[in-house]
Nanobody, 127 residues
Framework: QVQLVESGGGLVQAGGSLRLSCTFS????????MGWFRQAPGNEREFVST???????????DYADSVKGRFTISRDNAKNTLYLQMNSLKPEDTAVYYC?????????????????WGQGTQVTVSS
C-alpha cells in the first residue's frame, strides 16, 4: 500500500517562497505518476502540477496556468520524494496542498486519475 506524507507548509508573506515535500513509501516510486493539487476554503480541489519519471534523473513536468512560471515540481527517486518549489507566492495560493500518486507513470490532471493521496499541508500567504 502506498503512503504519502506531505510537509513544508506554513505561513509566508506575499512574494515569498516555500518548498513542499511529499515522502512516498510502499511501492516503487519511479513507476508512479505524481501530482500536486490544492483546495482553498469553499472551493473544489484543483490541479497544480504533475510529473512522470522518464529515465535516470529526468522527468516530465506540467503545470496549471495559474502557477506556471512560479512553481516547480521535481522528484528525487533516490529519496522517494516529490517536491513543489513555490516562488512569488500570492494570497490566492492559500490552500491545503495535497500530494497524489497514480499507478500509471503518466501525466495526470484530474483527481479521478490518482489512486493515493496524502493528508495535505496548509499553505497560507498573507498580503
Amino acid at each position: 500500500q502506498v503512503q504519502l506524507v506531505e510537509s513544508g507548509g506554513g505561513l509566508v508573506q506575499a512574494g515569498g517562497s516555500l518548498r513542499l515535500s511529499c515522502t512516498f513509501s510502499g511501492r516503487t516510486f519511479n513507476s508512479y505518476g505524481m501530482g500536486w493539487f490544492r483546495q482553498a476554503p469553499g472551493n473544489e480541489r484543483e490541479f497544480v502540477s504533475t510529473t512522470t519519471w522518464l529515465r535516470g534523473n529526468t522527468y516530465s513536468a506540467d503545470y496549471a496556468d495559474s502557477v506556471k512560471g512560479r512553481f516547480t515540481i521535481s522528484r528525487d527517486n533516490a529519496k522517494n520524494t516529490l517536491y513543489l518549489q513555490m516562488n512569488s507566492l500570492k494570497p490566492e495560493d492559500t490552500a491545503v496542498y495535497y500530494c497524489a500518486a497514480c499507478r500509471q507513470n503518466k501525466a495526470a490532471y484530474n483527481e479521478y486519475e490518482y489512486d493515493y493521496w496524502g493528508q495535505g499541508t496548509q499553505v497560507t500567504v498573507s498580503s
